[in-house]
């Protein structure tokens, strides 16, 4: 059960209030709000009300990894990043991430927080993390085009050849998606295409190649038909 002063404090924005409420009963920090299935950090954050959510997380009963309710996600999500260092720094672990979510390394690298990023792999973050669907920050990176976000993770050792559960690897999508920027720097790094993959890769690049030449060349190709 919430305690409904407690919320009704934090929703109000009482600022006073919720110390002394905390103060009083600690182990309250962590109710969710039966009507919006959202934790106190959340509507406090969602409120814009960051000093709350600071005394809530500074709370010897605050949990760091509420199941479902990743406080460390939610921060970067709404650009807390202040907080979402505070929360690293108390012990929140990088690599949780409720199920079909994306990780919060992910959710940094999308959003160009790489200080952010960085401290989350200095704090155990894992560059390899995968989705439900076998994702990784460097493939979704690498199809998206994101430069910055792939330099970031093949300098933190990422695995450059690791396949999502449909056989895709980094380069794969990265030559699909025509990001020839990536698709270099991937090549370089010694990437490889996927198994699976790879006579298909080869096949577009010849019919790229030939449509190239097509356009380039009319006359002297329907010389030769």
Known sequence: MIDHELLSAVMQGDSTK??????????SVNFIC???????FEIALEAGYSNIATTLL???EFDLNLPAHNPLRITIALGYIELAKELLNLGANPNYRP????????LCLENEYFDLA???VDKGAEVDIRNNKGWTPLIWTSIKGRKLAVDFLI???ANINICNNDGWNAITGAYFKNRKDIVNILSKEGAVFSARFSEAALLSSYQSMALLWFKRFPSYIKSQI
């Open 99 to 106: 199920e079909q979510i994306s990780s919060s390394l992910l």
């Open 118 to 120: 960085q401290l989350m």
């Open 18 to 27: 919720v110390k002394e409420l905390v103060a009083q009963k600690p182990e």
């Open 155 to 157: 300098k933190n050792g």
């Open 58 to 60: 500074k709370s010897e």
């Open 34 to 40: 039966e009507e919006s299935g959202k934790s106190l």
